[in-house]
């Protein structure tokens, strides 16, 4: 619960002033002593605190996810393990996982999807990553149009998408190998590209190090690259470039 919604029931009656100012002691954030749940941030930028999962004990997990279920809101945890989901589980009924994108999700409320954001992967390899971004995308209310496996060892699979991609507000390209379908994308579309590395490859690619510098020195334009595998950062940027899109087109 944010400061306006806090407010906003104690003007209708329905929280007394004591209830809300033991709710306003934990904002900005609540100190777990092993954590500091951000509670603000959904003021501050629109999208609700997300939870990293990996590294942390089911002990610590739990309680995390525990609180903020508290408090009514959508949780979205990335790089969570079976095992981890399965004791969230025990304590949120509704928490649901996804062993490919390895996320945990409680919804509490629908968001409105609006928009759209393409994701396209080079291989059926670059799913998983592909899938922790799509997932991300859709948690925080962007429409998802998911296309896989068109990468430039068949370059007419892709042809035959690109109108369909081309109409989305923002592209997200996942690739491994030599990590050439970003460039390739962009080459095509007048639409912002958000390239991701993957460590999808032999073992001269370095892990993803070689599609990450491809990436980075691609002669295309409109292309940003985040780091290898990391499907979260660029579900969330492409939800951020939608948002905008989509604003704009209402004006």
Not at 2 to 13: A, F, H, N, P, Q
Not at 94 to 104: G, L, M, N, V, W
Not at 176 to 189: D, N, T, Y
């Amino acid at each position: 619960m944010d400061v306006y919604e806090i407010l906003s029931r104690v003007k209708d009656g329905e929280l007394d002033l004591s209830a809300a100012e033991e709710l306003l002691k934990k904002l900005p954030y609540e100190d777990l002593g092993f954590a500091k749940l951000d509670h603000h941030r959904r003021v501050r930028k629109g999208f609700e605190e997300v939870i990293y999962c990996s590294g942390k004990s089911i002990e610590q997990l739990t309680k995390i996810f525990l609180s903020f279920y508290d408090k009514g809101v959508n949780v979205l945890g990335t790089r969570a393990s079976a095992e981890q989901y399965e004791q969230v589980h025990q304590i949120i009924a509704e928490a649901e996982y996804d062993p490919a994108a390895r996320i945990i999700k409680v919804l509490q409320r629908e968001s409105k999807k609006i928009g759209c954001v393409a994701v396209c992967t080079g291989g059926t390899a670059d799913i998983p990553v592909a899938e922790e971004a799509a997932q991300t995308a859709e948690f925080f209310g962007s429409k998802v149009l998911r296309v896989y496996d068109v990468g430039v060892a068949g370059i007419h699979r892709l042809l035959s998408k690109m109108d369909e991609i081309n109409q989305a507000n923002c592209i997200v390209a996942v690739a491994g190998m030599e990590g050439a379908l970003p460039g390739v994308i962009a080459g095509m579309s007048d639409k912002p590209v958000i390239a991701v590395p993957t460590s999808v490859g032999y073992g001269s690619n370095f892990g993803g190090l070689s599609a990450l510098l491809t990436m980075l020195n691609s002669c295309a334009e409109g292309i940003a690259v985040v780091n290898i595998d990391n499907g979260f950062g660029a579900g969330y940027m492409a939800t951020q470039i939608n948002r905008l899109a989509v604003g704009g087109s209402q004006e």
